[in-house]
């Protein structure tokens, strides 16, 4: 049997982008920094990303059903910081970031590479985390392009823009 620790230490060696998963919460917006992220389908168009069982988020989304991922570009450490559990007791997570609400109604950031609305239509456990299937509703794509942020052996990575 693999151990949780050689299983970690493996997986430290994948490189993923960076993403903010952003819903209305009861208690107003929420966010999540992810790197659990994956296109399903093209027709229709469809994601997946996975979250802790037991986790906050999660149960945002099974109340609203509905979330943003907004897709964060190079230099954005300081975002995906700020919605991690790395963030400093007392945080608000939205104090001073300008967004705006997709029409899904949840937070678009200022100056991500795109964003996607979605539609939860699926939740399957497994193990202590939900993979949640989502059909994408709406797309954000700002006229200007960049490279992302990347997230392998423990730190983040800026690739540099083509």
Same mark, same amino acid.
Do not use: K
């Given at each position: 049997m693999v151990?949780?620790?050689e299983f970690r230490d493996v997986m430290r060696r994948w490189a993923?982008?960076?993403?903010?998963?952003t819903m209305r919460g009861p208690d107003g917006p929420h966010g999540? &920094?992810?790197n659990a992220l994956l296109s399903v389908s093209l027709d229709p168009p469809t994601l997946l990303i996975v979250l802790a069982r037991n986790g906050r988020t999660?149960?945002?989304?099974?109340?609203?059903?509905?979330?943003?991922v907004n897709i964060l570009a190079a230099g954005q450490q300081p975002l995906a910081d700020r919605f991690t559990k790395r963030r400093q007791p007392g945080d608000?997570?939205?104090a001073g970031l300008d967004w705006h609400p997709s029409p899904g109604g949840a937070p678009v950031l200022q100056g991500v590479l795109a964003a996607?609305?979605?539609?939860v239509t699926?939740? &399957?456990?497994?193990?202590?985390?939900?993979?949640?299937?989502?059909?994408? &509703?709406? &797309?954000?794509?700002?006229?200007?392009?960049g490279a992302p942020l990347v997230y392998a052996g423990r730190r983040y990575h800026d690739l540099p823009q083509q």
């Open positions: 151990s949780a620790d993923s982008g960076v993403a903010v998963i999540m &920094t992810v999660r149960g945002i989304l099974e109340r609203t059903g509905r979330f943003t608000e997570e939205f996607l609305d979605c539609l699926e939740q &399957t456990p497994v193990a202590d985390h939900v993979l949640l299937i989502a059909t994408v &509703t709406h &797309t954000h794509l700002p006229s200007t392009e």
